[in-house]
């Protein structure tokens, strides 16, 4: 049996944007326990040369949506970078899990040849679907994953590694 690009991306990205949603959830229980103000999380960072929190999931949904149409051959939906609240960060969750869903399944097998471009001017990358997948979008998504997990983590929120991992 080999492993289909779709089987090694989507149900990927959903795995981790869902155990995202639920670790939101206690972040947001903790900040009203504990009587902090959300923003304190929101805007954390790990080091004042790191994104904070918010830019975090928003680049982790970025990737996984991003991930998902290009592999696809459908266009990348643009959303705007305005979240502002742990339910707003859900929202753009639930919509990136949304639009995942809607790439058909049939149109990112065999993705692995397909020619993907990302960035533009001198940023612009070149690559195979495969190396695309394995090599840049899915080490981007976990970083950024990983990183949102850190922040919380580390301002005391109760979590570990079953809450990142998440139900698969």
């Known amino acids: 049996m080999t492993l289909s690009m779709y089987s090694a991306s989507v149900p990927v990205f959903k795995q981790i944007l869902n155990s995202l949603l639920a670790i939101l959830d206690k972040a947001d229980a903790h900040v009203t326990e504990k009587k902090i103000d959300p923003q304190a999380l929101l805007q954390f960072r790990l080091y004042p040369d790191m994104l904070p929190f918010t830019r975090q999931i928003q680049i982790a949904c970025d990737f996984a949506k991003g991930c998902s149409a290009r592999l696809g051959g459908v266009d990348v939906p643009a959303f705007e970078d305005n979240e502002r609240s742990f339910a707003e960060l859900k929202a753009r969750i639930t919509k990136t ?9 049939d149109q990112i097998a065999g993705s692995e040849q397909r020619a993907i471009t990302t960035g533009s001017g001198e940023k612009t990358k070149h690559f ?10 899915l080490p981007h998504f976990f970083f950024h994953a ?5 922040i919380l983590r580390h301002n005391g929120l109760e979590i570990g590694k079953k809450d990142f991992i998440g139900s698969y």
């Not at 899990?97 to 399944?105: E, G, K, M, S, Y």
């Not at 195979?128 to 979008?137: D, P």
């Not at 990983?146 to 850190?150: F, I, L, N, P, S």
């Open 97 to 105: 899990l949304a639009f995942i869903d809607t790439v058909p399944q």
């Open 128 to 137: 195979t679907g495969q190396t695309y997948l394995l090599h840049y979008a």
């Open 146 to 150: 990983t990183t949102a997990y850190d």
